[in-house]
């Protein structure tokens, strides 16, 4: 669950979701990348080379799902099945907080000391949110830590020590209390100014301050989580860059992080954009993947950056967030009058009315979840389509599926897959990879 479902979901949405793809590691350890570049062999199927057996894309997809061994795809299984129930826990967990902030008054109390202690209104606001912020965060600890921490060590996917996770929980708390009260304070002036018609104007707020996180986070944000330094392996670098500059982006620069202090996934993003725009990956794809493998991830990532889709995406999402607003002026009101007297709310731009307009945002997002889910993996499959385009490494892009259904269920059912995943399965991948080396080989 999202420490705080409408700032996180404002704030964060697009940062995992649109410009990185996570890949974990190898369980065993592939050649370092500095390392002869080994493309893989084609797999049982066809032949690699045009004069031989034609290649059959169908028996390649089998043969590279088939290396999976049974124990370690249940175990993948299990950790993604397991998230699927997760998201209902984390929602209903939500609810739960807010309604007990509500029905026991502590909204309302908070909300009038806050007001005691200023009586510029939104002074006493942002007092109220950043209150909010610290206590909703007590709140969620016990779920957060679960997900956050226990679950991601039993499935080894974590490396930090429990005192080192606390630290990124406290830094991603003190950038909320920056970030949440100047959201809030922002989104109630529209309510009391604009009083038919708030719900328009607190999705344009709200699109606007995603973008500004998304220009930020590269420069301010993401350096306080993880040291980024320039690239020193030239050989990578450069074809990095080649990469780059083909699709017409322009930069001398790539930066590596230091993720292996959080996680054995591997990672990259191009991120930002206008003047904070910054090619990144992580030292677990340095150090566990091969460069066909590297090439692969970084011409997904590229790809979603030529093909515009942070704007397409943040477009998308302003229709959810204005849609989103419009729900909340229907059930809100309704709400209120049923159950306002008792929570001591009088009205939208009532800041004690915070959870509950938290609640409705939760609610409308749960339902909108396939939705949203589908959106985003109509854009990474277009990332990957583009991505085997500009590297030409469809045995590296198989790999890193492969890597990916460590954690990842590798074979849902259609349903499944259209309902909960919001990145095309390992098996949609490998498969669309093995198509495209088919084509390849048949007209190289």
Known sequence: MRLFPLCGFLALALSGLLLSAQE??????????????????????????????????????????????????????????????????????????????????????????????????????????????????????????????????????????????????????????????????????????????????GGAISVLFLVFVILIAPVYIDPLFNKYKPLEDARVKDEILSLARASGIETDDVWEFDASRQTTRVSANVSGFMGTMRVRLNDNLLNRCTLPEIKAVMGHEIGHYALNHVYELILDFGLAYVLGFAFLSWSFERARRRWGAGWGVTDITDIAGLPLLVAVFSVFFFILTPVQNNMIRVNEAEADRYGLQAAREPDGFAEIALKLGEYRKLEPGPFEEWFFYDHPSGRSRIKMAMEWKAEALRHP
């Open 24 to 201: 974990p590691g190898p369980a065993g350890g592939a050649p370092p990348a500095g390392s002869p570049p080994a493309v893989a062999d084609a797999p049982e199927g066809g032949t690699a080379s045009p004069g031989g057996t034609a290649f059959d894309p169908a028996a390649a997809t089998r043969a590279y799902l088939d290396r999976m061994t049974p124990e370690k795809k249940a175990r993948s299984d299990a950790y993604f099945e397991g998230g699927y129930w997760l998201q209902l826990w984390g929602f209903l967990y939500g609810l739960a907080v807010a309604w007990l902030l509500l029905g026991s008054g502590l909204s309302r109390r908070f909300r009038d000391w806050a007001l005691r202690r200023s009586r510029l209104l939104p002074v006493a606001q942002w007092l109220y949110a950043a209150g909010y912020v610290l206590l909703v965060a007590v709140l969620t600890f016990p779920l957060n830590v679960y997900q956050g921490f226990f679950r991601e060590h039993q499935y080894d996917l974590a490396t930090q020590t429990f005192p080192q996770w606390m630290r990124d929980q406290f830094v991603g708390l003190a950038v909320s209390l920056v970030l949440f009260p100047l959201l809030l304070v922002a989104l109630y002036a529209v309510f009391r100014k604009a009083p038919r018609t708030w719900w328009l104007w």
